[in-house]
Nanobody, 123 residues
Framework: QVQVVESGGGLVQPGGSLKLSCTAS????????IGWFRQAPGKEREGFAC????????LYEHFAKGRFTISRDNAENTVFLQMNSLRPEDTGIYYC????????????????WGQGAVVTVSS
């Protein structure tokens, strides 16, 4: 049985940092493209970062560039999302997802999903 799990969410003040982790059981993440999505209150879910399975190339949406970093630790079967300079508008549920094919910003391209980690940025 495949299970994808996010961890590391929480409450942080504006300007602070959080590091989310995505790990899986029954699934080897280094053979998959891994994307991070988020859903802010009252908004649709959006993809904003992805790391490919082949060359480890990374893609970011504009709001994530320079503040967020996606990385892998294949030995630990884990993908990380380092988030710095957090803003109140970064508040939401953050999802990790895995795709067999390639990085995509569309959620329907991903086959495996975690349950989400709540990130709250507030003073």
């Amino acid at each position: 049985q495949v299970q994808v799990v996010e961890s590391g969410g929480g409450l942080v003040q504006p300007g602070g940092s959080l590091k989310l982790s995505c790990t899986a059981s029954g699934l080897t993440l280094d053979y998959l493209a891994i994307g991070w999505f988020r859903q802010a209150p009252g908004k649709e879910r959006e993809g904003f970062a992805c790391i490919s399975d082949s060359d480890g190339s990374k893609l970011y949406e504009h709001f994530a560039k320079g503040r967020f970093t996606i990385s892998r630790d294949n030995a630990e079967n884990t993908v990380f999302l380092q988030m710095n300079s957090l803003r109140p508008e970064d508040t939401g549920i953050y999802y990790c997802a895995a795709a067999h094919v390639f990085c995509s910003g569309y959620d329907f391209e991903y086959q495996y999903w975690g349950q989400g980690a709540v990130v709250t940025v507030s003073s």
